[in-house]
């Protein structure tokens, strides 16, 4: 065989390589059992707004930190993997569930997680210089790093977490549906999950919880049926043993929240998307760095709370 043929990555190609699911490791009941048993370890407070953050954070400063988190995923040159956005946000509500943060250093500890979490999930992690990039000079690459380790002292260096879509595959795999259904409701189920993340009160939900309801959101919003006309929430029930009021309310809640944003989004439509009225959430040095990449992107500062 010609030596070309075994590089691993060929010029020109920018697509992400990862295994298939394995189909043994899914369908291990052993598997489910000890996810369902140690999701409870990476759990944010609840309260933590008003008990740690003292309530000078509220829940919109919250749902702007997350929808940068989204934008610079957006931008991502390296194609951000799914599970960046939850990873990434469930590190920040921890941190911010043990230490009071500034709200002038908010940005920076976001940065911080959302640049862990891309070591963690992805091959191509996030770069340091593109984070200070699109946070518009907010922070210099020094304060990252050094934050960076302080996330990683107040969580005691544990970083191996739960999120939803860790359920989802599992989920999917018993699901009596055909291949061409479980790739819509995947999609739609995934959509869902990231959805989650940018409401506060979905934090109370333990990851299999979240995961259970937008699979039955996801069926239920394409109509679809499972085979002999199965509810989708006692199916999903029997698979977890999740109680079936909480799947339900959480369906619930989701239905809500994608009513609500898909309300925000015609309501915005009209608008001219600039960015005026915009202001950083933390400062760092007010010079930036000279070797910032050379590139069209645009950078993304927090709104004025």
Not at 108 to 114: E, I, S, V, Y
Not at 262 to 267: A, D, E, P
Request: aromatic fraction near 6%.
């Amino acid at each position: 065989m010609d030596g070309a043929a075994l590089l691993c990555c060929a010029e020109g190609t920018a697509q992400r390589r990862r295994t298939r699911p394995d189909r043994a490791f899914a369908s291990d009941p052993r598997v489910l059992e000890n996810l369902l048993r140690s999701e409870e370890n990476v759990l944010p407070n609840p309260n933590y707004l008003e008990i740690v953050q003292r309530g000078e954070m509220n829940e919109d400063t919250r749902r702007l930190l997350v929808d940068w988190m989204m934008q610079v995923q957006i931008c991502d040159e390296c194609k951000s993997e799914d599970i960046l956005l939850p990873l990434s946000v469930n590190l920040l509500d921890r941190v911010l569930s043990q230490q009071y943060i500034e709200r002038k250093y908010l940005q920076l500890t976001a940065a911080a997680c959302l640049f862990l979490a891309s070591k963690l999930a992805q091959t191509c992690p996030l770069s340091i210089e593109r984070l200070c990039y699109q946070s518009d000079g907010a922070f210099t690459p020094q304060q990252l790093t050094k934050m960076e380790l302080i996330v990683l002292e107040r969580l005691k260096w544990d970083v191996g977490i739960i999120t939803p879509l860790d359920f989802l595959d599992l989920i999917f795999h018993r699901l009596p549906v055909t291949a061409d259904q479980l790739l819509v409701i995947r999609k739609h189920a995934t959509t869902l999950v990231t959805l989650t993340c940018f409401e506060y009160r979905f934090i109370m939900h333990p990851p299999s919880t979240i995961a259970a309801a937008a699979v039955c959101a996801a069926v239920d919003g394409m109509k679809m049926s499972m085979m002999d006309r199965l509810d989708p929430v006692d199916v999903i029930h029997e698979l977890t043993h999740i109680d079936k009021d909480f799947i339900v309310a959480c369906r619930n809640q989701i239905e809500e929240a994608l009513r609500r944003q898909l309300s925000s989004i015609g309501s915005s439509s009209g608008g001219s998307g600039s960015g005026s009225g915009t202001s950083r959430i933390s400062r760092g040095d007010e010079n930036k760095e000279n070797n910032l990449p050379d590139t069209d992107t645009p950078t993304y500062a927090l709104q004025t709370f």
